[in-house]
């Protein structure tokens, strides 16, 4: 049954009861989840001699995830993909130091800073 805007607006509207900041965490959590393992796929890419990523894909799904959502996700999916990145380069061959500069290099990516 089709429902008449102005009821909505006479009977007020009721307070979500979940907290805007867990929603936050969940999708930090869900992007970093996806994003550790598409990390580990860009790792498997990397050429042998020189041992660089040819592509990293992962930064395609994070910059998907901001389009699709837009600039109000730009705080969860930086943090998930910032702590997705050092946990994935940590199980590669990177140091702490090296995963660290990594991880701010990656979110640096031009789609994280959106103009609102």
Same mark, same amino acid.
């Given at each position: $049954?089709? #429902?008449n805007?102005?009821?909505d607006? %006479?009977r007020?509207?009721?307070?979500?009861? $979940?907290?805007? *900041? =867990?929603?936050? =965490?969940?999708?930090?959590?869900?992007?970093? =989840?996806?994003?550790?393992?598409? +990390?580990?796929?860009?790792? +498997?890419?990397?050429? %042998?001699?020189?041992?660089?990523?040819?592509? *990293? @894909? +992962?930064? !395609?799904?994070?910059?998907?995830?901001?389009?699709?959502?837009?600039?109000?996700?730009?705080? @969860?999916?930086?943090? !998930?993909?910032?702590v997705?990145?050092?946990?994935?380069?940590?199980t590669? /061959? %990177?140091?702490?130091?090296?995963?660290?500069?990594?991880?701010?290099? /990656?979110?640096?990516? @031009?789609?994280? #800073? $959106?103009?609102?």
């Amino acid at each position: $049954m089709l #429902r008449n805007p102005s009821e909505d607006d %006479q009977r007020g509207t009721h307070a979500d009861p $979940m907290p805007p *900041w =867990i929603g936050a =965490i969940g999708l930090a959590f869900a992007v970093g =989840i996806a994003y550790f393992f598409v +990390a580990k796929l860009g790792l +498997a890419l990397r050429t %042998q001699p020189d041992g660089v990523a040819v592509f *990293w @894909p +992962a930064v !395609g799904l994070s910059s998907g995830v901001l389009i699709a959502l837009g600039p109000s996700a730009r705080l @969860p999916v930086v943090g !998930g993909t910032m702590v997705a990145t050092i946990i994935a380069t940590l199980t590669g /061959d %990177q140091s702490v130091w090296g995963a660290t500069v990594f991880a701010l290099c /990656d979110t640096r990516n @031009p789609a994280y #800073r $959106m103009v609102d």
